[in-house]
């Protein structure tokens, strides 16, 4: 759905019945684009818990790295083991929270994309309550 700005609101730009029109059609695609904005925040809202779980899961991979590191002088054998197990669940959840975060970060810009459409709409039908009080108080 294509918007775009009504035609020029100055007093010869349009009748009023083409200011209502313009108005109706406005309307009309702000509550499309409402809709479709509220359909898409579950969405990000899942994939915000999938970001974070996956930020978690990836502490706790580094947390045991670290302990194989740290019990390099007690334990080699151990060590080794926790060190080379912390480091490939790090790479393996990395691999995970970038796809996780591609996902948000592409519904994130589908919704600015509608947020910033919503307030364009809206500010054009502030301009045409404007244009019909000014024409009503003639």
């Known amino acids: 759905m294509a918007i775009g700005p ?10 009023d019945d083409e200011l209502l029109a313009t108005g109706a ?7 499309d684009l409402l809709t479709r904005l509220e359909a898409l925040l579950p969405a990000i809202v899942v ?3 999938k970001i974070r779980k996956a930020s978690v ?4 991979d580094a947390a045991i790295a670290l302990t194989g590191v740290v019990l390099v002088p007690m334990t080699i054998g151990v060590s080794l083991l ?7 669940r790090i790479v ?5 929270y970038r796809s996780d975060y591609a996902d948000y ?4 810009a589908r919704m600015q994309n509608f947020r910033d459409q919503i307030n364009e709409i809206e500010s054009w ?8 009080d000014a024409r009503a108080g003639r």
């Open 6 to 15: 009504p035609a020029h609101i100055a007093p010869g730009g349009l009748t």
């Open 25 to 31: 059609q406005l309307e009309t695609q702000l509550s």
């Open 47 to 49: 994939e915000r818990r």
């Open 57 to 60: 899961k990836l502490g706790i």
């Open 82 to 88: 926790l060190t080379v197990v912390g480091a490939g």
């Open 92 to 96: 393996w959840d990395g691999v995970d």
């Open 105 to 108: 970060r592409a519904d994130r």
């Open 125 to 132: 039908i502030i301009e045409i309550e404007a244009e019909m």
